[in-house]
């Protein structure tokens, strides 16, 4: 069945690091894939998306690019700020005739003034 | 913004009580979810939605029921609430660019007591 894998959290960083949170995936088919960021006490929200491979999702500052040849979508952001502190969650849908989403276990970031 | 609101947001109850959570959407979506999310296990689904009267099983449905007698109302519901249902409860709907990416209420925290 489909699966996604995140890297373990929490992960910890100072204002103006670069940070990368690793999120690999099993799934038939071509699988389009998301990441979903949830701030304290909030819903999760829809950070980016790609549907294909070598597609790079952007918003934010956040990007994530489909690499097919590894089942990667890894999460990167040049400068964090204290307000990027969340948690985030990498996801897949494996396409026509699934109707769910097979989500990670999420990964908090805190990052520090 | 998916237009979509959960109630209510707090809730504490008794064990053994019935309990009623609502998820209201204004922008006819047809498919509609219920997730739990608890420390440590990530999101779990517990039942979905794909039209009125639609419903099919999560991957943690025992002790929840679910009904949508219209488009725009999903209603879970704890026959007999059990501590192992303190959670919070996340209603989302299926967007429809044809992505099958979701979007999520603010949430409703229950503690059963």
């Known amino acids: 069945g489909d699966s996604v894998t995140q890297m373990e959290g929490p992960v910890t960083l100072s204002e103006e690091a670069f940070l990368t949170i690793n999120c690999t995936y099993t799934?038939?088919?071509?699988?389009?894939l998301f990441w979903y960021v949830q701030y304290p006490g909030e819903g999760l929200q829809l950070l980016l998306k790609a549907t294909k491979a070598d597609d790079k999702g952007s918003n934010k500052g956040f990007e994530a690019t489909y690499r097919k040849e590894t089942t990667s979508f890894h999460l990167e952001k040049g400068s964090v700020q204290v307000s990027d502190s969340a948690v985030y969650f990498c996801a897949l849908h494996s396409g026509a005739g699934s109707y769910q989403l097979t989500f990670g276990k999420g990964t908090k970031l805190s990052v520090i003034p | 913004d998916a237009g979509i609101t959960q109630s209510p947001r707090h809730k504490v109850t008794e064990t053994g009580t019935p309990v009623t959570l609502r998820c209201h959407q204004t922008e006819n979506h047809r498919y509609m979810y219920w997730y739990r999310q608890d420390p440590g296990h990530g999101l779990r689904l517990i039942h979905y939605?794909?039209?009125?009267?639609?419903?099919d099983k999560g991957e943690v449905s025992d002790g929840y029921s679910v009904s949508r007698s219209k488009t725009e109302d999903f209603l879970l519901t704890l026959e007999s609430a059990t501590s192992s249902q303190t959670s919070v409860y996340f209603c989302?709907?299926?967007?429809?660019?044809?992505?099958?990416?979701?979007?999520f209420g603010p949430g409703t925290r229950l503690t059963v007591t």
């Open positions: 939605s794909y039209g009125v009267k639609d419903t």
């Open positions: 799934a038939t088919g071509y699988p389009s």
């Open positions: 989302a709907i299926r967007g429809t660019g044809g992505l099958y990416e979701q979007y």
